[in-house]
């Protein structure tokens, strides 16, 4: 009886916790969306650039889980006839499925009106890797982490734990697999052939996107489509990237690519100092990210750790 108690006692003070840094991080995204809706007009459109070779830089950072932001940035700075070309640089593990397939879609239709060469920092795994398929170059440095073609989806299972509180979930559902994925029961055969397949396609779409984008061959391709994460010399060797360098590398190739042949001026978004800084750097945390996306099925192309 006494250890029913601390159970549902820890659960309880549990969902309180959660409740106070879900609301928490509610008004903390709300502050900064004000914020960059007062910001954002100047973002990578500022009417102080003089130099004929600006080259913009869109950043694509952090854990990807909606490609809203990134869109926004993107078509700002395709719109901005002052800038030549694009850098889009990349320092992501990767995250959701949707929203890394969007950004390479964007990235592509972005790329038919302006050149655009992606940069790969310290990590471009995953979704990050999904991303730059869609620049006309990828440039990276030899120490990048890149690669881990492959998709994951983890359900958190509670069942065993509250086994023996005696908590029941009453579930009235309209079909089997309804509540697959449930952490309120253990997940059977048919769930997990379910799941399976969601991820087999998945991974087969990225495959596919990888062979088309970078001129190669699905079996040549699924070779070292295992999730295997590689370095970025190794991404050259296979065909994954273009060759190694850093963002001013990638600004003058992307300078060339619109035929211009001077030395390119490096054009980035401005960003919000002060106060308004920190709030924007609590909202891009993980722990934010992870409590705005707290009990959602997902599939995701993401790098581990």
């Not at 509610?26 to 502050?31: E, G, N």
């Not at 900064?32 to 950043?59: F, N, P, T, Y």
């Not at 769930?191 to 190669?216: I, P």
């Not at 070292?224 to 850093?246: K, T």
């Amino acid at each position: 009886m006494k250890t029913l108690k601390k159970i549902l006692a820890f659960m309880g003070w549990a969902f309180v916790g959660l409740f106070g840094l879900t609301v928490l991080g509610f008004f903390i995204t709300l502050i900064v969306v004000v914020q960059r809706g007062m910001d954002d007009s100047g973002a990578l459109s500022d009417e102080s650039i003089e130099s004929k070779h600006a080259v913009g830089v869109v950043e694509l950072t952090g854990e990807i889980i909606t490609a809203n932001e990134f869109r926004e940035k993107l078509r700002k700075a395709v719109k901005n006839d002052k800038l030549k070309a694009i850098v889009v640089s990349i320092d992501s593990p990767g995250g959701a499925v949707g929203a890394s397939e969007e950004m390479f879609q964007e990235i592509r239709r972005a790329s038919e009106k302006k050149p655009i060469v992606c940069a790969l920092g310290n990590i471009a795994a995953s979704g990050g890797l999904y991303a730059s398929l869609g620049c006309q170059k990828v440039v990276v440095h030899r120490g990048t982490l890149t690669g881990s073609i492959g998709v994951i989806m983890m359900m958190p299972n509670v069942a065993g734990l509250i086994g023996d509180t005696g908590f029941k979930m009453n579930v009235i559902k309209s079909g089997r697999f309804k509540d697959t994925g449930s952490p309120f029961r253990t997940m059977e055969q048919p769930d997990r052939e379910l799941m399976q397949q969601l991820v087999d396609t998945a991974h087969s779409q990225f495959v596919e996107a990888v062979a088309e984008s970078r001129g190669l061959t699905v079996e040549n391709v699924q070779q070292f489509a295992d999730g295997r994460i590689i370095l970025g010399s190794q991404a050259v060797a296979l065909g994954l990237a273009d060759e190694i360098g850093g963002i001013a590398r990638a600004a003058k190739i992307a300078l060339e690519l619109a035929g211009d042949d001077g030395e390119p001026e490096l054009v980035t978004q401005r960003k919000p100092s002060g106060v308004f800084a920190l709030f924007e750097d609590l909202s891009e945390s993980r722990l934010v990210q992870w409590l705005t996306s707290y009990g959602d099925l997902q599939l995701l192309y993401r790098a581990y750790p």
